[in-house]
């Protein structure tokens, strides 16, 4: 499982994990199979979150990212989906800032392979 870091965002309000910045370098789109199998390698899933959908149009994060055009996700505080998800980015895209969340796959009590 990947450690949890402590979330110190930029000046535009992102931040990434850096085991997730050491695997996606510079590329902007990892291939399915390739994000697939990084989550196996540290045993986790991930669920992401989108600004568009997480705030209200009226919301001052939504305004300056979407009606005033600045890049990044500031003012922007998702939540986790409880307290067992921990950030593993969050950062602006081409459809707008995400928040990636991931969580530790539990181990299912008797389960025999």
């Not at 789109?29 to 390739?34: A, F, G, N, R, T």
């Not at 979150?49 to 500031?74: N, T």
Request: hydrophobic share 30%.
């Amino acid at each position: 499982m990947l450690t949890p870091k402590p979330v110190r965002r930029d000046e535009e309000g992102d931040w990434t994990h850096p085991a997730l910045s050491e695997f996606a370098g510079d590329r902007e789109y990892i291939p399915s199979d390739e994000w697939k199998a990084w989550q196996a390698k540290h045993n986790i899933e991930t669920v992401i979150h989108q600004m568009e959908y997480d705030l209200d149009e009226d919301h001052p994060a939504w305004i300056r990212h979407f009606d005033e055009g600045h890049p990044g996700s500031v003012g922007w505080n998702p939540e986790p989906p409880s307290e067992d998800w921990y950030m593993l980015s969050i950062h602006d895209t081409e459809d707008g800032p995400v928040v990636i969340w991931y969580r530790e796959i539990p181990e299912q009590e008797g389960l025999r392979l």
